[in-house]
């Protein structure tokens, strides 16, 4: 007599926080723990094409259900509600933030 084998699913459905590009009004689900923005295609898992964001700009990482952003020594700098953030130090984001990358402004939604 074969055994069955019962797959058991957990009925929480996996949440993503997610980032909303102001100059398009693109919504972007931030889909792994660390999550890079940049205008390298090649680097990064959302291409910002824009001259000012640096090819590896910032990255947004997500600890449970803590979120942070990354300033990836990036050349203009990553500005977190109007304030630039120091290079290589993870600064914590919560709903509603304004995250800036160089000139280019995303809305942080967790």
């Known amino acids: 007599e074969l055994e069955e084998t019962e797959l058991l699913y957990s009925n929480q459905a996996v949440h993503f ?5 102001v100059l398009t009004d693109e919504r972007i689900s931030i889909n792994k723990q660390v999550f890079r923005l940049g205008k390298e295609r090649s680097y990064v898992d959302y291409f910002i094409n824009n001259n000012a964001v640096s090819r590896s700009h910032a990255d947004i990482i997500t600890r449970g259900n803590w979120y942070f952003v990354n300033d990836l020594n990036s050349k203009n700098h990553t500005y ?3 304030e630039r953030i120091s290079v290589q130090t993870e600064v914590q984001i919560y709903d509603g933030d304004v995250i800036k990358l160089a000139n280019e402004e995303f809305v942080f939604f967790e």
Do not use: K
């Open 17 to 21: 926080p997610s980032l909303r590009r």
């Open 80 to 82: 977190l509600n109007n």
